[in-house]
């Protein structure tokens, strides 16, 4: 791309879901606006987040083609800020398939589809650890074996250690002091941390705790049916 815009200059009048957008291949689109509102976007140029800025973004579908790029964040400077992309549609949805000139690959709906390049940086974060101590029903709190940085509100899993994967958890957090997380509600199900000697074979077992909450999130819209959104990524060239 050649030529730089923003979002406001170029769309100034109000969009809905009926709107179809192309960004052409000369042109770099930065998104000043905080919310946005679509039928389908299609980007052959490029099209980026100010970082630090907060987003709602709603699309029934989003094509990123050739030499197309969708960017938030860059890896040495993560997006600081939030983005939510939102896809609609149902079972009943149309169905995009690349045809003209030639048959290409079925995108489907709701849905990312991208044959170009989509860059996602979002917060470095404590996303993954164990437990330090057994946690057992009735607790509010967790010991992990590290510390970590996660946030008032931010929402963790605590995964099942018995033969029944529904005792898995979701929780808040409330609180954070090192590596003690204070949870929003009492566990459910007990929670193994202990390490197993079986002859001269010494392994952990521990459940896994992991941060859920990210600062960029593709999600599917479920108000209407539980049908899921998809990111499909592939090249084509017809």
């Known amino acids: 791309p050649n030529v730089t815009s923003t ?4 769309f100034p009048t109000s969009l809905t879901a009926r709107t179809a957008i192309f ?3 000369s ?3 930065i998104v000043d606006v905080s919310t946005i509102v679509v039928d389908n976007l ?3 140029g490029g099209l980026e987040f100010v970082n630090g800025m907060n987003y709602v973004f709603d699309a029934n579908l989003i094509l990123i083609l050739g030499a197309g790029r969708l960017v938030v964040g860059y890896q040495d400077a993560p997006f600081t800020g939030s983005l ?3 896809l609609h549609g149902t079972a009943f949805s149309p169905e995009f398939q690349f045809k003209y000139p030639a048959q290409g690959p079925v995108v489907g709906a709701k849905a990312i589809g991208v044959f170009g390049q989509m860059s996602l940086h979002g917060k470095q974060r404590s996303t993954w650890t164990r ?3 057994p946690a057992l029903v009735g607790q509010t709190s967790l010991m992990l074996i590290n510390s ?3 946030n008032l509100n931010d929402t963790i899993v605590v995964t099942s250690t018995s033969f029944d994967p529904s005792e898995t958890e979701v929780f808040r957090v409330v609180s954070v002091s090192g590596a003690v997380v204070t949870l929003n509600a009492t ?5 193994t941390a202990e390490r197993e000697t079986i002859g001269t074979l010494s392994y952990s077992v521990r459940a896994e705790v992991g941060l859920l909450t990210r600062n960029i999130v593709i999600l599917g819209d479920r108000s209407t049916t539980a049908f899921c959104c998809r990111v499909i990524m592939g090249t084509y060239q017809a």
Do not use: E, P, R
């Open 7 to 10: 979002w406001s200059s170029l």
């Open 23 to 25: 960004i052409n291949c």
């Open 27 to 29: 042109l770099y689109v």
């Open 42 to 44: 299609t980007i052959c």
């Open 84 to 86: 939510v992309i939102t």
């Open 131 to 133: 437990l330090a101590q």
């Open 148 to 150: 970590v940085d996660w």
């Open 187 to 191: 566990l459910k199900y007990n929670h």
